[in-house]
């Protein structure tokens, strides 16, 4: 028989995390601060709890999906959580995921973050490639992976609790970038009378073509060698920035998602590291004195 789990938190995505579940034949007992939206999980098989605390008693394994880690603290207090299997789905901080866990076990429980990397209709669809990122309590993790697994894939990335959160805010913070590159790329072309449409997919495969230089990056780091094999050195590269902002003022585009890339990149030129790869700026970043 399937593992019995209890899930607290029915909005979007726990929604479709219960439903994963339910289909896979999983015992499902829901809880939600706001009782209507339960509903409709309560038709398609699901127990609805009154409490937190009666959700929590229901089954070992506590999935819990909610706003934010605050929500989490709020919708536990008054749960009893002794040798429970807390399972943490809620997008935090790695010193929130940190700090949850010791809280956790400090009253009972065994305690797994996890980072989902998936929207609500990738879940329960694992040719999709959506997956979640866990850490924390391997045992944990190695017990009830098969029932983890239902939802989206798994991928175990550490025992200290807060690198779930780390490699998801990781993840999240380059698309950051990606996405800011691509709102530049359309603020130039709408200056002008180019059709997005046709634009869109030669920005596609330049950005596919540009991933690839994370590996270098990796491998440059690993190494601490900054200066082999480097095709277009730093000061070359901060050189032709000055075109990308230029041609924003140019054309009167803001150039506010540019500039703090390029100013970076100036800074490491000036310290005298232009005949290296780009890389040395992570180290600006992370040790900004040095
Ligand atoms: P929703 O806004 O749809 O749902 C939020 C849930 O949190 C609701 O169940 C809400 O209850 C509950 N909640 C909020 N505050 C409290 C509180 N103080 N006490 C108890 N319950 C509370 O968000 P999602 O379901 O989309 O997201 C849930 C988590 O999943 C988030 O951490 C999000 O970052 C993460 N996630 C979501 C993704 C997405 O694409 N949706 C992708 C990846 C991760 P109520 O109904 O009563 O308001």
């Known amino acids: 028989s399937r593992t019995a789990l209890t899930l607290l938190g029915t909005g979007a995505m726990g929604t479709a995390l219960a439903r994963a579940w339910l289909a896979a034949g999983h015992p499902v007992t829901v809880w939600n601060r706001t009782p209507a939206r339960a509903g409709a999980l309560a038709a398609e098989g ?88 866990y850490s924390g309590s391997r045992a944990l993790f190695e ?57 869109a997919p030669l920005l596609a495969s330049w950005l596919t073509a540009m991933t690839p230089a994370a590996h270098r990056t990796a491998e440059q780091l690993a190494s601490g060698d900054y200066t082999t094999g480097v095709v277009s050195n730093l000061a070359m590269q901060s050189a032709g920035n000055t075109t990308l902002l230029r041609t924003a003022e140019e054309q009167g585009v803001s150039p506010e998602l540019l500039t703090p890339y390029t100013a970076l990149m100036a800074r490491r030129v000036a310290d005298g590291h232009g005949d290296e790869d780009g890389v040395g700026m992570i180290d600006l970043l992370v040790r900004p004195g040095a």
Do not use: K, Q
């Open 46 to 133: 699901a127990a609805v709890a009154a409490t937190a605390a009666d959700a929590v008693a229901a089954s070992r394994l506590v999935v819990v999906c909610l706003l934010d880690d605050a929500s989490v603290g709020e919708a536990l207090e008054h749960a009893d959580l002794t040798g429970r299997d807390l399972v943490n789905l809620t997008t935090g901080t790695p010193a929130e995921g940190r700090t949850r866990a010791a809280w956790a076990e400090s009253r009972g429980a065994r305690f797994l973050d996890g980072g989902i990397m998936a929207v609500p209709p990738m879940i329960g669809a694992p040719e999709s490639g959506g997956y979640v990122f």
């Open 143 to 199: 017990e009830h992976r098969g029932t983890l697994a239902v939802p989206a894939g798994t991928r175990w990335v550490g025992a200290d609790p807060g690198f779930a959160a780390l490699h998801d805010v990781a993840l999240l913070s380059a698309m950051s970038g990606l996405f800011a590159g691509i709102t530049h790329a359309f603020a130039l072309i709408r200056r002008e009378d180019v059709d997005p449409v046709g634009f």
